[in-house]
């Protein structure tokens, strides 16, 4: 557990935060669990833009909501960063890059039908996806009985794994 401020170990630009969010919304595949997953390894262990503490507490407000936590955990890490400024652009660029590959996609099918490059692109994505999530599994729930020692129940476990999952 990091011994950081609670919020963040450095100070960021908006500008800053919103080309990350940016790029985060084209790499986001994998379910709210391979996005998470990104997230922690992007702000908390390679840019060090918020604590472990406050990003593993983060998750516990997001699952009192209603909705996709994934994005509902972009938005509050925007808002902790930069308040309302950072919240709005963190859950816009969570959501819009997606939207638009998703009409442009409709678009290419309703135009041109079946079209089989697109159809190889989506199910790349797919496994692109299933193995960022798995990939990090077995060094993770190692890690996890160190820290924390054995789980005492199956929800235990898949608490701690998908709250300190690394992709």
Not at 47 to 54: L, Q
Not at 75 to 101: D, E, K
Not at 135 to 164: I, K, W
């Amino acid at each position: 557990m990091s011994t950081t401020s609670p919020t963040a170990t450095r100070r960021v630009s908006l500008t800053e935060a919103l080309r990350f969010w940016l790029k985060l919304g084209f790499i986001r595949f994998g379910g709210p669990a391979g996005q998470i997953a990104i997230m922690h390894r992007e702000l908390v262990e390679e840019k060090r833009w918020i604590s472990e503490s406050r990003f593993l507490h983060a998750p516990n407000y997001c699952m009192l909501l209603p909705g996709p936590e994934a994005q509902q955990l972009a938005t509050y890490i925007g808002w902790l960063m930069h308040r309302t400024w950072g919240g709005v652009v963190a859950g816009v660029l969570f959501v819009l890059p997606s939207l638009i590959i998703l009409i442009a996609l409709s678009w290419v099918y309703v135009a041109f039908g079946s079209v089989p490059w697109v159809a190889a692109v989506v199910w790349h994505q797919a496994g692109s996806g299933r193995h960022r999530v798995a990939g990090g599994a077995p060094h993770r729930l190692q890690d996890l009985e160190e820290a924390h020692g054995s789980p005492r129940t199956l929800g235990d476990c898949s608490y701690e794994f998908h709250s300190n999952l690394r992709v």
